[in-house]
Every structure is written in structure tokens, then in C-alpha cells.
């Protein structure tokens, strides 16, 4: 979580640093990366991410993870499946079709983010809105919204998705 808010803090061991040398050049598994062609589209910044939010994921992407976006029902899909705890970091995001206002967005992709890391480094994972506060104020500076205000957005935001499945 460090390595989001800024450049420094404490160096990676060196078997997290191999850990992810490994995964990176590894790629999918023979069966993701047709999945993930068929059913996500590759992320592009179309604006509608904080800046900050972009420039650490473009990181990432040079790290070797590989980010894609998809609809509601494919984004749902690939969020809870545990190909994405294979040899290589994946990151699916939602993307527009959700109908999330820029604030919901970005604490959405925000949420995935750190799932995706505490899932790379073996952690387990957490969709725990205690944790978003902080990296709030890291990307967009001081902010009023606190635990229970994030808290009250992920609730917002889940419903979206939830929603966005019925037809």
C-alpha cells in the first residue's frame, strides 16, 4: 500500500522482488489470455480517472501487469474468479457502462487496485472501505470523506453493479 501513496517507503524484500520479476514474465496461464481477449477490452485512460490513479496504474503496467476493463457482467465475472491469482498480476476494471459518477470510478478502481495488490503479494484479500480513506487523501488531497463516507459510496457502487446485472 506504500508503494501506492508514494515511491518510498520500505524496499521489497528480494523474494517479493523475484516474485513479481517471475510473474511478469511468465504472462496468463494458455486459457486466460483468449478468456481475457474475448471477454475485456485494454484499459485506456479516457480522462475520467484521477491522474494519480492513471500514473499508478501505468506503473503497474510497466511492472508486467496486465489491465483490462470490462462490462458489468464480465467485470463481475473475472472479479471472482481466482484466475487472477495466477503467475501473472491481472487487473479487470469496470468500465463505463456501469453508469458510475467520476467520484464512484475512481473509488471503484481504487478498491480493485488494492484487491489486486494484497492479491499479488499473497495477502488476503479485503474489499474493506477502512482501507480507501488513506490512499484518498494521497491522490486527491485532503478530503472530508471519511470511512463511513467511502463506506456509504461502496455501498453506492456495489448497487450499481448489482443493478447493472438485471436487465
Known amino acids: 500500500m506504500s508503494q501506492f501513496i508514494s515511491r518510498s517507503g520500505p524496499a521489497p524484500s528480494r523474494a517479493a522482488r523475484e516474485t513479481v520479476a517471475d ?3 511468465a504472462g496468463p496461464s494458455w486459457w486466460v489470455r483468449p478468456l481475457l481477449i474475448l471477454t475485456t477490452a485494454a484499459f485506456d485512460d479516457d480522462g475520467s480517472l ?9 506503473r503497474r ?20 474468479t481466482r484466475a487472477l491469482s495466477g503467475p501473472v498480476a491481472i487487473l479487470v476494471l469496470p468500465n463505463r457502462d456501469f453508469g458510475f459518477t467520476h467520484d464512484e470510478r475512481n ?12 492479491r499479488a503479494r499473497g495477502q ?44
Open 23 to 25: 510473474r511478469s514474465s
Open 50 to 58: 484521477a491522474p494519480r490513479i492513471v500514473l499508478h496504474l501505468q
Open 61 to 80: 503496467r510497466d511492472a508486467g501487469w496486465l489491465i483490462r476493463t470490462a462490462g458489468p457482467r464480465n467485470y463481475v465475472a473475472w472479479r471472482n
Open 107 to 118: 473509488i471503484a478502481v481504487i478498491r480493485d487496485v488494492l484487491v489486486a495488490e494484497l
Open 124 to 167: 488476503p484479500m479485503s474489499r474493506s472501505a477502512s482501507l480507501i480513506p488513506p490512499l484518498l487523501s494521497a491522490i486527491f488531497g485532503e478530503t472530508d470523506m471519511g470511512t463511513i463516507g467511502v463506506a456509504r459510496l461502496l455501498e453506492v457502487i456495489d448497487a450499481k453493479i448489482q443493478s447493472s446485472l438485471i436487465l
